[in-house]
């Protein structure tokens, strides 16, 4: 029955059909070969190098036992495969002993290297914790909300950000990838939107974490007082504020410290949407009226706009799957539209893209 179903098509087409069955299967695999680059430090150390480096400079770098070069060859060939690196082999490339030729960065990987990247999100996505809920995917889909809870706790009995307050290794890693994300990410706004942050007196950066989102605000806008709120746990006793930057230990669902705006960075993708509607709800709260120059700041995907564009419409697909994890959601336009009216925000909010779907926007009351 098999073979007849496949009897109409062409061996080229079947071959490419294997290959995209095998691309899926051993997805992972892609996964792990980039969290061992970047646990190795290659892509740092071709960056030193000046980007590029033969696999005999990449194992000395990375301090690879002599016996596993050849494995080391085969990371590198999977990750040159797919657009992490390029690779030129023959005569006249610069080749080493080894015939492997010159490994370079690709413009992806070069979101890996530099003081402004984002290579701490990959230890805390490919972690244990994270990878290991999604076998629980399955029962997840086939239960109760109400008794499973998100994908996370139905493999844990526990949400993440409880794992994280006890455990020291999953809230380090997450920590260090927000504060990467926010950092990169902020930059690029300042540049691209600064203007949404001219005029305000003070800000409130919502589950902000050690502040690095509202260090880049504070030294771009050194006349904003800005205020981080965020659990205790992630605060911590060490953290302390830093000229107009202040730390404030606190719970979002329940109050937030009043101030012009209220800065919500990749949060409301975390929740659902009834929770969503109460963040907003405490938000609106915070700030005066729209004419005193009150508004909310969201920075977050707006999904649904790739336009035929596979990558940018698997990265999308692939990241709102990966916030069932934690029961959010990445949003279309109508769906944040519907959140923003449920919490009593004015309907003529401001969508501003930055990069493709990470947008900024604003919503005023």
């Given at each position: 029955m098999a073979l007849r179903l496949l009897a109409d098509v062409s061996p080229q087409d079947l071959l490419v059909a294997l290959a995209e069955l095998h691309s899926h299967v051993l997805g992972y695999v892609k996964s792990m070969a980039l969290k061992c680059a970047v646990d190795l430090g290659i892509p740092e150390a071709m960056h030193r190098r000046g980007g590029a480096a033969t696999l005999t400079d990449i194992a000395t770098d990375a301090a690879v036992h002599p016996a596993k070069v050849g494995d080391l060859r085969r990371l590198m060939e999977l990750l040159s495969t797919t657009g992490m690196f390029t690779v030129a082999n023959g005569e006249g490339t610069g080749a080493d002993d080894s015939g492997a030729g010159v490994y370079k960065l690709t413009t992806a990987c070069r979101f890996l290297v530099g003081s402004l990247n984002l290579s701490p999100m990959v230890p805390f996505l490919v972690s244990p914790p994270v990878v290991s809920s999604f076998f629980s995917m399955c029962d997840w889909l086939r239960s109760e909300p109400a008794v499973t809870g998100s994908l996370f706790e139905q493999a844990y009995g526990c949400s993440q950000w409880e794992m994280a307050s006890s455990n020291a290794t999953l809230n380090r890693i997450l920590n260090d990838s927000m504060v990467a994300d926010s950092k990169l990410?902020?930059?690029?706004?300042?540049?691209?939107?600064?203007?949404?942050?001219?005029?305000?007196?003070?800000?409130?950066?919502?589950?902000?974490?050690?502040?690095?989102?509202?260090?880049?605000?504070?030294?771009?806008?050194?006349?904003?007082?800005?205020?981080?709120?965020?659990?205790?746990?992630?605060?911590?006793?060490?953290?302390?504020?830093?000229?107009?930057?202040?730390?404030?230990?606190?719970?979002?669902?329940?109050?937030?410290?009043?101030?012009?705006?209220?800065?919500?960075?990749?949060?409301?993708?975390?929740?659902?949407?009834?929770?969503?509607?109460?963040?907003?709800?405490?938000?609106?709260?915070?700030?005066?009226?729209?004419?005193?120059?009150?508004?909310?700041?969201?920075?977050?995907?707006?999904?649904?706009?790739?336009?035929?564009?596979?990558?940018?419409?698997?990265?999308?697909?692939?990241?709102?799957?990966?916030?069932?994890?934690?029961?959010?959601?990445?949003?279309?336009?109508?769906?944040?539209?519907?959140?923003?009216?449920?919490?009593?925000?004015?309907?003529?909010?401001?969508?501003?893209?930055?990069?493709?779907?990470?947008?900024?926007?604003?919503?005023?009351?």
């Open positions: 990410f902020l930059e690029v706004i300042i540049l691209d939107k600064g203007r949404v942050f001219r005029g305000l007196s003070s800000l409130v950066d919502v589950g902000g974490g050690h502040g690095a989102a509202t260090q880049v605000i504070a030294t771009a806008f050194p006349r904003i007082k800005c205020t981080v709120l965020d659990l205790p746990h992630v605060i911590g006793q060490d953290v302390t504020g830093d000229g107009n930057v202040n730390f404030v230990a606190g719970n979002m669902f329940e109050s937030i410290p009043p101030a012009n705006a209220v800065l919500l960075k990749n949060i409301l993708h975390d929740w659902g949407d009834e929770d969503c509607i109460k963040i907003l709800q405490r938000c609106k709260e915070a700030i005066p009226a729209r004419n005193a120059g009150g508004k909310v700041i969201i920075i977050d995907m707006v999904i649904g706009s790739a336009q035929g564009n596979r990558k940018i419409g698997e990265m999308e697909a692939s990241q709102n799957m990966f916030m069932m994890c934690i029961n959010g959601m990445e949003r279309r336009e109508d769906e944040w539209r519907k959140i923003f009216s449920d919490a009593g925000f004015s309907d003529d909010y401001k969508i501003m893209p930055v990069l493709g779907p990470y947008s900024v926007i604003e919503i005023y009351p």
